[in-house]
């Protein structure tokens, strides 16, 4: 028996059905019923309920690509802040590798950099790390900050919303996991593309976003609507899966798509814009076949293929899937 | 006695006026507006976020802690600004009425701060902190098993009676806040201050739960209210 | 998050320098400003303002007290300010700090000089018994300049307030709470902040403006455009020139800021 239906907004405590369904995350069990533990919509798929939250903080996973500030510099690390609850960490080896310089020469308080979450300890203290095309510091442009549930709502359906945006506005446009945006173009579209981004972050979960924000992007720059076209109206999606198991694997399969996504998008026009990195030769290698990924139209075999790879290597720092455990993002996606 | 009318109108199982809303702080991380006759309260949260405080952290759950004060001017004769010993109690036990809703396991060392303000007073201002802190909580996107809900009953001219006004608290015989999770019934703040009998006691509880499940839906509209897309 | 990342004091820098800022005023424009009174009605005088997101309330409480020696046939005025930690996440509970006290000393300042309370009439007894008011700053919501909210918030709680009557019977003070009096005032005051950032001097600084500044400046004036108070903050320094024209503004917006009174 379920008492909801998908895209409900419900409230922490509320039923949500009885035990013939599946709790998921933002969900718990109690006397035989599925209850949410959160404020947001649920997101019902087959037989399982999660509840996708209107806000929340951000967790840092391993694999994950953030934004950070730098926050202090000590004797062989970086202190960054990740807008989150817990700090980061860059360790000098992971930028000079044995070699020995002064850190705060190389990043200083202050900077922002977009890097990526390597691992993270038992205490949810995240390692950081570089390797990878299109991580390092920014240069110029603007932050802008959202809540980290709301990533995957400005980047759209395989990135429909961000991509709009880009073209409209001709700004660079990069997005963190941990709910940190940089923007970067003409002065005037930078602080456009903020205020549409904050647009984006109140109505995420409204229907017909990405007409609105398009007329909304159109008004203010070429001071008319668009030509009415017989815009798609967003579908819902309701996969006719048999199992369980079948559905699980589908959403990791959109997960990684997703995440190949924010990839694509962050480093297409990262190259040109960050400080190249000295130590970057094996990054390069990686990004390199981040690329093929993009190109691929099965992301999912060039993933599995990936982690058997990046078994081989023991390198951890590209690993699309370790996290997909507990990645919620790709449900918010319309 | 259900015939009885209380000295400001109210029957006994009457709540006074209430209003809640949810989100009404631009820099909090979650807050709520709560009035309830005469009381006016505000809540802000932050969290979870990183604390320096260290003993107060737990290797394996986020923590709470509470912060209720009442601002001068929220009482007839001005009271010092700063921390009492009243207000340390019942920032004490708000915390633990809170506690046992909470779903923190996956922010270890982690601090959620609740901030409750009272801007005026007018009796039962402890269940009114509570009911509007959850409503906070909720905001802030903190996981919680239930939305807990106070509310309290009391004694008054030897009749158990709903939410003591501020002059009933002061002339009646006895005042029992409570607060609850309303989906299993749970109490998780029980206090009682008075004289009393064992069964005007569970009369007390027995209408004092009532309330709460009264007050709770209250609270589900605020938050709806603030959420849903028209 | 105390730190101010570097691309973003530049890209503010870069806007005021071209005579932009971020939410897309003019450098000598506010925010939207509301002015509620009478919102605690346990307070002889109260008002909740808001200027964007920032938002304070003020009540204001008499008691009968001795006057100072100095002057004992005048009432007394007492500004104390809480920064709650609810309104800001780098503020401590505890006892009001350093930028606690400055601020109730500026807006006190704007009263206080200005002279428009009419402390004689508050006098209840010579030497014996003086009105003393205790206006109450709430910091509840801080989104950047805090000066010209709360001093606002405390000229609209000042109109708003009302002092019971007191005698002198057989020696003994009676109040009588239900016949009072609207507290004398004679003039209305206003403060306009600026802050400094590359050269340009910006009025009602927003928190990310206030945190890359270099310098701060409150003028409080009187709507006749008399100066009654300044402070200048912050870690550097201005010209004279920043001042003469943040005085020349700030004379001119105060006429704007007392029409919400």
């Not at chain 1, 020469?105 to 977009?114: I, R």
């Not at chain 3, 007394?76 to 109730?104: H, K, Q, R, W, Y």
Request: with cysteine; hydrophobic share 35%.
């Amino acid at each position: 028996m379920i008492y909801v239906e998908d895209k409900n907004l419900v409230i922490p405590g509320q039923i949500l059905a009885d035990d013939d369904y599946y709790p998921g995350r933002g969900t718990f069990k109690e006397d035989g019923k599925i209850c949410s533990s959160l404020i947001g919509l649920v997101s019902l798929r087959n037989k399982k309920i999660r509840v996708i939250p209107l806000k929340s903080k951000y967790v840092p996973k391993k694999g994950d690509v953030v934004i950070g500030k730098i926050n202090d510099v000590r004797f062989s690390m970086w202190d960054v802040d990740i807008n989150s609850p817990y700090s980061g960490i860059l360790p000098a080896f992971e930028v000079f590798g044995r070699d020995k310089k002064e850190l705060n020469k190389v990043y200083d308080v202050g900077d922002v950099l977009f890097l990526r979450v390597i691992d993270v300890d038992e205490v949810k203290k995240a390692k950081l790390g570089l390797k990878g095309r299109g991580l390092g510091k920014f240069k110029g442009g603007i932050i802008v900050d959202i809540s980290p549930t709301k990533v995957p709502r400005l980047i759209g359906k395989k990135g429909s919303m961000i991509n709009m945006i880009k073209n409209k506005t001709n700004c660079k446009i990069v997005v963190g996991q941990n709910g940190l945006v940089w923007v970067k173009g003409d002065e005037d579209m930078e602080q456009l593309t903020r205020e549409i981004i904050h647009t984006i972050e109140v109505e995420a979960h409204t229907s017909g976003l990405t007409n609105k924000i398009k007329n909304k992007l159109c008004l203010a720059i070429d001071g008319e609507l668009p030509v009415e076209e017989t815009e798609e109206e967003f579908v819902l999606e309701k996969p006719k899966l048999q199992n369980f198991k079948e559905e699980l694997e589908q959403e990791e399969r959109e997960k990684a798509e997703a995440e190949a996504q924010i990839q694509a998008e962050n480093e297409e026009i990262q190259e040109a814009e960050v400080e190249e990195e000295s130590a970057d030769a094996d990054g390069e290698a990686e990004a390199e076949e981040e690329k093929e990924a993009e190109d691929k139209p099965n992301f999912y075999e060039v993933i599995e293929e990936l982690k058997k790879k990046n078994q081989t290597k023991k390198d951890k720092n590209l690993s699309y899937s370790d996290n997909s455990k507990n990645n919620s993002f790709i449900l918010n996606n319309r | 006695m259900s015939e009885m009318i209380r000295e400001d109108g109210r029957k006994y199982n009457e709540l006074r006026p209430i209003k809640i809303e949810a989100g009404v702080l631009e820099r909090a991380d979650g807050s709520a507006y709560l009035e309830v006759g005469g009381n006016k309260i505000l809540v802000a949260v932050y969290g979870p976020r990183e604390s320096y405080i260290r003993r107060l952290l737990e290797p394996n759950t986020g923590v709470i802690r509470c912060r209720y004060n009442m601002a001068p001017f929220s009482v007839d004769d001005r009271k010092r600004p700063g921390p009492d010993r009243r207000s340390s109690e019942i920032s004490k036990i708000t915390a633990d009425a809170l506690r046992p809703a909470l779903m923190l396991e996956n922010y270890p060392r982690s601090m959620v701060d609740i901030y409750i303000e009272v801007i005026e007073a007018e009796g039962g201002t402890r269940c009114a902190g509570i009911t509007a802190a959850s409503v906070a909580l909720v905001d802030a996107g903190i996981p919680m098993k239930d939305i807990v809900v106070g509310c309290a009953a009391g004694k008054v001219n030897d009749e158990v009676v709903l939410d003591l006004s501020e002059v009933e608290d002061k002339e009646g015989q006895a005042d029992v806040p409570i607060a609850i999770m309303p989906r299993t019934g749970e109490i998780t703040l029980l206090q009682s201050d008075g004289d009393l009998t064992e069964e005007e006691f569970q009369k007390a509880i027995d209408l004092a739960m009532e309330g709460c499940m009264k007050v709770s839906e209250l609270q589900k509209e605020a938050l709806m209210k603030k959420y849903s897309t028209e | 998050m105390d730190i101010v990342p570097e691309i973003t004091r530049e890209s503010i820098t870069n806007l005021i320098f071209n005579d932009k800022r971020e939410d897309g005023r003019a450098l000598d424009e506010y925010r939207d400003i509301s002015i509620e009174t009478d919102v605690i009605s346990k307070a002889e005088g109260s008002a909740r303002v808001k200027i964007g997101g920032t938002q304070v309330i003020v009540g204001v409480k008499p008691q009968l007290g001795s006057p100072f020696p100095d002057t004992p046939d005048l009432g007394v005025l007492m500004t104390n300010c809480e920064m709650l930690p609810m309104a800001d996440p780098t503020f401590e509970p505890g006892p009001p700090g350093d930028d606690s006290i400055e601020l109730a000393r500026v807006v006190d300042r704007g009263i206080r000089e200005s002279e428009l309370v009419e402390l004689d009439k508050l006098c209840v007894e010579e030497g014996k018994h003086v009105w003393m008011l205790f206006i109450d700053l709430h910091v509840i919501d801080n989104c950047g300049n805090l000066f010209d909210t709360a001093e606002l918030a405390v000229m609209a709680a000042l109109k708003s307030t009302k002092i019971p009557t007191a005698t002198i019977v057989d020696d003994e003070v009676v109040i009588d709470k239900e016949n009072t009096f609207d507290l004398p005032i004679n003039n209305e005051v206003a403060m306009c902040t600026f802050v400094k950032i590359g050269d340009k001097m910006v009025l009602d600084p927003t928190l990310s403006e206030e945190r890359v500044a270099s310098a701060r400046l409150n003028v409080g004036v009187t709507k006749e455009g008399r100066i009654c108070a300044m402070q200048k903050g912050g870690a550097h320094p201005l010209t004279k020139d920043d001042i003469f024209s943040a005085v020349n503004t700030a004379i001119s917006k105060t006429k704007e800021l007392v029409e919400y009174l």
